[in-house]
């Protein structure tokens, strides 16, 4: 790359889905792409990604009792998206509802442990081992 050239990223762009457990008051997030500052918003605005992870969007709704973080298909994050995930582990503690981060790729681990994340957030490899 030359000076002045900007990188240009080939990678999936971000995006959060949303889904049911098998398990009743199990909320699964799937999370694709970079979860990066940079990727993250130029998919979505920050107040679409916090709507996204907020677990209860229609009143009507029950408040989950298990939160399920799927970052299979999240390649690496930046500290934008670290701090989205802890922000929304507070968030969860606070209302009372366990949280599990799965699938985490061993270039996220070393984020979590750099950062002392890994101590507070449980992890597990997969979906199927959290909710069962």
Not at 48 to 71: A, G, H, R, W
Request: aromatic share 6%.
């Amino acid at each position: 790359m030359t000076e002045g050239q900007a990188q240009s990223w080939k990678a999936t762009p971000f995006a959060i889905e949303r889904r049911d457990g098998k398990t009743a008051g199990t909320v699964i997030f799937k999370l694709r792409g970079p979860f990066t500052q940079r990727d993250m918003f130029a998919s979505l605005a920050p107040v679409v990604v916090d709507n996204l992870l907020n677990f209860q969007s229609e009143p009507s709704e029950k408040m989950p009792t298990l939160n399920i973080l799927d970052l299979t298909e999240v390649p690496y994050m930046d500290s934008a998206g670290l701090g989205r995930i802890v922000r929304h582990y507070v968030h969860c503690r606070g209302k009372g509802v366990r949280m599990v981060a799965v699938g985490v790729s061993q270039r996220v681990v070393e984020l979590f442990k750099m950062t002392k994340v890994d101590a507070v957030i449980p992890m597990a490899g997969t979906v199927e081992e959290v909710d069962v």
